[in-house]
């Protein structure tokens, strides 16, 4: 088992800045990477970016590259998503999710554990 929580969604206007964390607990030694995700209502839930557990290789969806940075220390169990630049298309629930194997990381599908989502407002 793994526990994720997640902290530091908010409001914010266009142009500024959030950073998101997501602290991993449990059965952490088998992780192999985190990933973002976020979702709208009545929409899917899409990938954001990823990052290996070791923290050596991200992955961006294209609309955030640029403007989101995935973070992860080595031997720390915490990740984060500094997202710069907010556009009000990018207001979310944001949800942080673990994985056990590498195949595709934007395939929302193949992570194991969730966190609980983190609301993210960007304002116009």
């Known amino acids: 088992q793994v526990q994720l929580v997640e902290s530091g969604g908010g409001l914010v206007q266009t142009g500024g800045s959030l950073r998101l964390s997501c602290a991993a607990s449990?059965?952490?030694?088998?992780?192999?990477?985190m990933g973002w995700f976020r979702q709208t209502p009545g929409k899917e839930r899409t990938f954001v970016a990823a990052v290996t557990w070791s923290g050596d290789r991200q992955w961006y969806e294209e609309s955030v590259k640029g403007r989101f940075t995935i973070s992860k220390e080595n031997g720390k169990n915490a990740a984060f998503l500094q997202m710069n630049s907010l556009k009000p298309e990018d207001t979310a629930v944001y949800y942080c999710?673990?994985?056990?194997?590498?195949?595709?990381?934007?395939?929302?599908?193949?992570?194991?554990?969730w966190g609980q989502g983190a609301q993210v407002t960007v304002s116009s």
């Open positions: 999710a673990v994985r056990f194997s590498l195949g595709r990381v934007t395939n929302a599908a193949e992570y194991n554990y």
């Open positions: 449990g059965l952490t030694y088998s992780l192999i990477a």
